[in-house]
């Protein structure tokens, strides 16, 4: 189910963010994992390494993966898709809006800069897909995430857990 697969997502990228630890089958001066690492070590790092570098979008595209992780392009949509129930470019699309959205809460930057720093061409691109994917522009969600943070400070209850702050301990 979609719900299903979306759960399993959201608990891969939280096992990915708190994975710690170098590619030990990477070669930072080529930038790409040496030909011989096995097709489990290379996808076990795929996840990690698109929310590295989720603000570059040059690193993330499906030639770009392919060539980093040595997969053929088949290979890694397929492999992507049986696994994760989501093809690989609607999963950076997800990252990518959930990255905007924290930075939009926990951050004063500009709409200009939020665009700039995740691979917008400009604010009005990021502004399209942010109400595509949020259904409000990028400054309606922040007005209304501070508007809820206000309230729940307000009730004593701290920052919205989503967000990284205090959770609710009521």
Request: with cysteine; glycine share 8%.
């Amino acid at each position: 189910s979609g719900a299903g697969a979306v759960g399993r997502l959201n608990e891969i990228d939280r096992l990915c963010a708190k994975r710690e630890g170098s590619f030990a089958f990477y070669d930072s001066a080529e930038g790409a994992f040496h030909p011989g690492t096995p097709p489990s070590e290379r996808i076990a790092w795929l996840l990690p390494y698109i929310q590295r570098h989720i603000g570059q979008p040059e690193r993330l595209t499906t030639e770009a993966l392919c060539e980093t992780f040595h997969f053929s392009r088949h290979y890694l949509g397929r492999y992507f898709r049986r696994h994760f129930q989501e093809n690989l470019a609607r999963y950076i699309a997800r990252c990518r809006m959930r990255a905007v959205e924290n930075e939009l809460a926990n951050t004063a930057s500009s709409i200009k800069e939020i665009a700039w720093k995740y691979g917008f061409s400009d604010a009005s691109h990021l502004t399209k897909a942010f109400r595509r994917h949020a259904g409000k522009t990028p400054l309606q969600f922040r007005k209304e995430y501070l508007s809820r943070l206000q309230d729940r400070q307000a009730d004593g209850q701290g920052h919205d857990s989503q967000y990284g702050g205090k959770e609710n301990r009521a």
